[in-house]
């Protein structure tokens, strides 16, 4: 019974996905309230907005203080999400992080992924610490110009059974 079940119309994809991830919010909220929240998100989606845009990606979908940014090549989506970071780095707001991943994945109703790379993007930033974006080492090239990757070691990610050798990104 090793039959696969191929459901009719499900398309696989090569995509890198990016998690970006407002860190402090639950606090920020508690302490200033709602109405500073939403006006905070306002400024934060609009910075992610533009900046993805800029490089050619696309916001897939909002969630809550986050994004999950995807496009189709990786360095346009490495170098968006370093330009969001930093950019929000250097203004008085609190921080981000993000973890990126890229691979083969289901397009799923036209609109949603399902695979590995956005469970790893996803875990990774999860893992990521304030400013921080972490990706597979695997994901270097030398298309990236605006882009500084440092080793982060090898790192066991809650869900995934191998250990994944990482790399933080950072502007140049």
């Not at 609190?94 to 990126?100: F, N, Q, W």
């Not at 691979?103 to 956005?118: P, S, Y």
């Not at 469970?119 to 994901?139: K, T």
């Amino acid at each position: 019974m090793n039959d696969v079940i191929r459901p009719e119309g499900v398309t696989r994809v090569q995509r890198t996905f990016a998690f970006v991830d407002v860190t402090g919010f639950t606090q920020f909220t508690d302490r200033e309230g709602d109405a500073a929240a939403v006006l905070f998100l306002e400024q934060i989606r609009g910075g992610i907005r533009r900046r993805a845009s800029v490089h050619g990606v696309r916001v897939a979908k909002w969630l809550g203080d986050g994004a999950m940014v995807v496009g189709v090549e990786p360095e346009p989506v490495i170098e968006a999400v370093v330009a969001i970071v930093d950019a929000n780095a250097h203004a008085d707001s609190l921080p981000l992080r993000a973890g990126i991943a890229t691979g083969d994945v289901i397009l799923f109703e036209g609109d949603d992924h399902i695979g590995q790379a956005v469970n790893v993007a996803a875990r990774l930033s999860d893992l990521a610490g304030p400013n921080q974006i972490l990706a597979p080492a695997s994901m270097q090239s030398a298309m990236l110009v605006n882009t500084r990757l440092v080793p982060h070691g090898e790192h066991r990610i809650p869900g995934i059974e191998l250990p994944i050798d990482l790399v933080r990104l950072e502007a140049r």
